[in-house]
């Protein structure tokens, strides 16, 4: 037997997605690329949520909050983000922070070679 609910869901991450969530968190899988989408360039990230994977379109003020993890998606990965929906501009809006943020890389020791 199939369940043929998955059929009729977007394959986005969307504010019902997040209003029915359990967690509220996602953890990106995909450092994801640029798409045009409505004649509009927009970056889309692979993530999963309450274990179904998902595309992401963060908006301009998820991307700003989650700079702190470095500004190549690349350092998100792995990386687990709480969403949550609030109001901007009179509109419902995804809007996603950091729950932690990547542990320090070591710092390259540089080799003196006057040695």
Known sequence: MVDSTQAMESEYVT??????SKTKILVVVNPGNYEELDKKTKLVVGVNI???TKKWIPNRESVENLQVL???T???VGIKIGLAVE???GRESIIARPLATPKS??????IDSTN
Do not use: F, H, I
């Not at 504010?15 to 029915?20: E, G, P, R």
């Not at 890389?105 to 540089?110: A, D, F, L, Q, W």
């Open 15 to 20: 504010v019902d997605l997040v209003k029915s």
């Open 70 to 72: 470095g500004v190549d």
């Open 87 to 89: 109001k901007r501009n």
């Open 105 to 110: 890389k070591p710092k390259e020791e540089k």
């Open 74 to 76: 690349v350092d998100w």
């Open 50 to 52: 309450d274990a179904k």
